[in-house]
T-cell receptor, first 113, second 112 residues
Framework: NAGVTQTPKFQVLKTGQSMTLQCAQDMNHNSMYWYRQDPGMGLRLIYY???????DKGEVPNGYNVSRLNKREFSLRLESAAPSQTSVYFC????????????FGDGTRLSIL | QKEVEQDPGPLSVPEGAIVSLNCTYSNSAFQYFMWYRQYSRKGPELLMYTYSSGNKEDGRFTAQVDKSSKYISLFIRDSQPSDSATYLCATTGRGGNEKLTFGTGTRLTIIP
């Protein structure tokens, strides 16, 4: 039972490079989320997808794009990476119909030089 | 002002002590309350999930919600070194697609 799987686990990029972070869940959840976690800032929502085919901005969407490829997969893309995007990125999923806890992956540690 | 405030710690206590972790929130629409535990280099994992005011107990863990004062607590009894982690509180409203609002987390170390 894998839960939420994120790839890659670590990545170093140069400023201006692009990258896609992958996330897949096997719990048949409708809703999926992308967060970033920075020291002293907690978890901040970047984008979320309430269901397949829909995406919405969260608290800090600038510089990111997302794709809900199907019910299982939700990717996060950095088109032109900046040092301010150095962070740990977490993907999460939850059931849709009522306020439910979210289940998290183990994160992607991204450094932008 | 953040919607959820949490003392970042760090908090160090000896093994076997009772630990009290706390959060305050400002939005009276918040109805569901959660505590997550996050080990180093891992994702947050759900520890406790409660609805509205009252207590919920699960083994050595007790979650307490006081909606009148907008205060949520997590108590850990007989603390163990394996409890050393960062603890995040989270809350959300009643709607079906309400997003979670997280505290910044408290780093806890249990000293053997």
């Amino acid at each position: 039972n894998a839960g939420v799987t994120q790839t890659p686990k670590f990545q170093v990029l140069k400023t201006g490079q692009s990258m896609t972070l992958q996330c897949a869940q096997d719990m048949n959840h409708n809703s999926m989320y992308w967060y970033r976690q920075d020291p002293g800032m907690g978890l901040r929502l970047i984008y979320y997808s309430a269901s397949e085919g829909t995406t919405d901005k969260g608290e800090v969407p600038n510089g990111y794009n997302v794709s809900r490829l199907n019910k299982r997969e939700f990717s996060l893309r950095l088109e032109s990476a900046a040092p301010s995007q150095t962070s740990v990125y977490f993907c999460a999923s939850s059931e849709r119909d009522r306020p439910q806890p979210q289940h998290f992956g183990d994160g992607t540690r991204l450094s932008i030089l | 002002q953040k919607e959820v405030e949490q003392d970042p710690g760090p908090l160090s206590v000896p093994e076997g002590a009772i630990v009290s972790l706390n959060c305050t929130y400002s939005n009276s629409a918040f109805q569901y309350f959660m505590w997550y535990r996050q080990y180093s280099r891992k994702g947050p994992e759900l520890l406790m999930y409660t609805y509205s005011s009252g207590n919920k107990e699960d083994g050595r863990f007790t979650a307490q919600v006081d909606k009148s004062s907008k205060y949520i607590s997590l108590f850990i009894r007989d603390s163990q070194p394996s409890d050393s982690a960062t603890y995040l509180c989270a809350t959300t409203g009643r709607g079906g697609n309400e997003k979670l609002t997280f505290g910044t987390g408290t780093r806890l170390t249990i000293i053997p």
